[in-house]
């Protein structure tokens, strides 16, 4: 499967930068990419305080959970679009790279996969992915400096996933299967009930904490604090 999976994710990879996962095999010898899922606590730290330097905030707290869900949504962006074209990648060998100014890149070095045919195999095998394989593992380690709740973790992360929608505006014959597999994800736990549909879009239950960042009051499209 090892080439019909890259194959693939480069499919993928052509609807925009944060749906790219590069499985170019040369990456190897690039010696700053870091294995997923990131669990240096001191090295996430200093990446969180240099985030929140970029944003302008003295707020760890705040850049952490922006940071959780940028990584979030690479993470999902990718895997769901993959899916939706019929391989779910094992992500046991992805790596990543991240610096500030630069967008997060991600590489699977050796990338298989396994097929898919309906939304509700495919949702287990990503939800093991990337929730379990990745994201917990990230919310865990960002504990140990950050003080967020749990909902906030997993709203964040049910927005990035709602985020990966854009596939279908960019590629409209996938819009009804990636809809599918969203929509089966947000059953899962702990995604289960962090927020809804309505008829203006995904809404969160949480706030992710954006409005905080310098000048301050700006929210994000699905927050739960938006009058509506």
Known sequence: MRAETAAVLAEAAALGPFFEIVTDESEAVDPTWR???ERDTARLLGLTDLYAERLGTAERRVAASILFQGLASRLWSPTVTAAALGIVPDLS???WRWAPGAPIALWLAEPTGRP????VEAAELIHHEVVERHLRPLRDAMRAFARLADGLFWGNAASALAGTLRAGSLRPGLAAPVRALVDELLTREPLAGTGTFNQGGFVRRSCCL?????PGGEMCGDCALLRR
Not at 210 to 214: A, G, K, N
């Open 35 to 37: 294995a997923l899922p």
């Open 210 to 214: 954006y409005y905080r960042v310098p």
């Open 116 to 119: 898919v045919h309906d939304p």
């Open 93 to 95: 060998r992805l790596h």
